[in-house]
């Protein structure tokens, strides 16, 4: 690396990480807080594991429909402005969570939900292609996503101090939560609005030379791209490729928001622990993972080597999970879900170098927001397909199980689909 592009990516990454990475957390926090909800939520409304978990999923459902024309409004309109309009509307939006009044208010706000985040998640993977060179963006993406465990370890505790604020104002401890965990959506509105430029020309904070450098080492790889793999938005959307790792993306996705919504609720079962011992419990997992994910994706991006270092987690998930299926004794038990949480964080951010690696432009923002469409649809059928075997069998058992099932899903696909490196070979350094 020479000292143009080191100072370069340095400030960039300084700049940008930060801000992103507080704005995923909010976003997911807000997303996730639910399962925090779940057993008070359920027990004061009277709902059912299957009524809440279907409640907990059509936020998805929402998301699926809505994640591609929001991506190409993003490209169009620029991140700044749509990323900040996307906040403030899931801020107000997730805060009205604390007012439903039964299943059907409480799916209708969820589906709302669902609309005003679309495109989040999406909209920056592109955006870190337009700042961020190949040989990078495994660890860039892992900085970005460590806010999903790191949202949990830290989101776990504080949820269960506030779930105890039960009865404050004649309000429940559950709809505090929505509150409060709100807020911070719309003070940092403003923030993107001051701080987050659209692309590198827009980088008053960079010298001429490192926005020459940028930019130029960006379009050369972009170049580099389209002479293999020149796809447009429409024949993204249809190309066998995206519509297989959205489908792998579901495989990740599933163990995913299955446990983010029903872990805090199975600890819960261990029987004899508060709110906030429960909240420290369900936080360890999502540590190792937030670890995992940091070390995993330097080592992928060092290597080079992209398939493999998502085939290994996806096993880890898979082992996990039958594990834990198995276990009834709450230590083992915990084990097996830190082995499936490894194998979750450390391959969400690498997943994301497969796409990336052969979408470029607009078709970048469409074929990435359609993979996590499809990917996505793993939050609607998790969450409902675990809450009607767990109301059904009466345990755990069968519905961990079936979380276990989509990684094996996955593993195949991608040993078919595979990864093409060419898309990822470093530009001819660009000179100022």
Same mark, same amino acid.
């Given at each position: ?30 997303r996730v ?13 009277? =709902? ?16 699926f ?6 991506n ?15 906040? =403030? ?10 007012? *439903? $009044?039964?299943?059907t ?15 989040f998640?999406?909209? *920056? ?5 337009? !700042?961020f ?5 495994a ?15 830290? $989101? ?11 009865? *404050?104002?004649?309000?429940?401890? @559950? ?21 987050l430029?659209?692309?590198p020309? #827009?980088a /008053? !904070? ?5 926005? #020459? @450098?940028?930019?130029?080492?960006? #379009? ?8 293999i793999? /020149?796809?447009s @938005? ?27 919504? =029903?872990?805090?609720?199975?600890? /819960? ?5 508060g ?8 936080? =360890? ?20 080597e ?5 085939l290994?987690p ?6 996990g ?12 038990k915990?084990?097996a ?13 690498v997943?994301?170098t ?6 470029s432009g ?12 499809? $990917? ?5 059928? $998790? ?36 990864? #093409?490196?060419r ?10």
């Open positions: 690396m020479n000292s143009l592009e080191q100072r370069t990516l340095s400030k960039v990454g300084w700049r940008l990480l930060p801000l992103l990475m507080i704005s995923y957390f909010i976003a997911y926090l807000d807080n639910l399962g925090f909800a779940g057993a008070s939520m359920s027990k004061d409304m009277g =709902f059912t594991s299957a009524i809440f978990g279907s409640a907990a999923g059509i936020f998805f459902i929402a998301y429909l809505f994640e591609v024309p929001s190409l409004a993003l490209e169009r309109f620029g991140a700044r402005r749509w990323i900040a309009r996307i906040m =403030f509307s899931w801020g107000l939006i997730s805060a009205a969570q604390a007012w *439903v $009044g039964g299943a208010s409480f799916n209708v706000v969820r589906f709302l939900l669902g609309i005003a985040e679309a495109g998640f999406p909209g *920056v993977i592109f955006y870190i292609t337009l !700042w060179p190949a040989a990078y963006r660890r860039i993406v892992g900085w970005f996503m460590f806010a999903i465990p790191i949202s949990t370890v830290i $989101g776990s505790p504080i949820s269960g101090y506030i779930l105890n604020m039960e009865g *404050v104002g004649g309000l429940h401890g @559950w709809q505090w939560l929505f509150i409060l965990e709100a807020i911070p959506a719309l003070v940092l509105t403003f923030f993107v609005l001051m701080y430029p659209d692309r020309k #827009d /008053k !904070w960079l010298a001429p030379e490192e926005r #020459d @450098w940028l930019q130029q080492t960006l #379009d050369a790889e972009q170049r580099n791209r389209e002479s793999h /020149k796809i @938005w429409t024949q993204s959307l249809f190309n066998w490729r995206v519509i297989a790792l959205g489908f792998v993306y579901m495989g990740i996705t599933v163990p995913l928001y299955g446990l983010g919504f =029903f872990l805090p609720q199975i600890i /819960k079962g261990f029987g004899g622990l709110n906030v011992e429960i909240g420290f419990i369900n936080a =360890f997992p999502y540590l190792v993972g937030a670890i995992a994910m940091l070390f995993w994706t330097r080592w992928s991006d060092a290597r080079r992209r398939k493999w270092f998502v290994v996806l096993a880890c998930i898979f082992v999970l039958v594990a834990a299926a198995e276990i009834s004794a709450p230590v083992p915990m084990a879900v830190t082995l499936a949480a490894f194998g979750i964080f450390s391959a969400l951010p997943f994301w497969l796409p990336t690696a052969f979408l607009i078709a970048a923002a469409a074929g990435i927001a359609w993979i996590n469409s499809i $990917g996505n649809l793993g939050g609607y059928i $998790g969450p409902t397909i675990f809450g009607m075997l767990k109301d059904r069998m009466g345990n755990d058992f069968y519905a961990v199980l079936f979380l276990a099932l989509l990684p094996v899903v996955a593993f195949v696909l991608v040993l078919l689909i595979g990864h #093409d490196p898309g990822e070979q470093a530009a001819e350094p660009a000179r100022a």
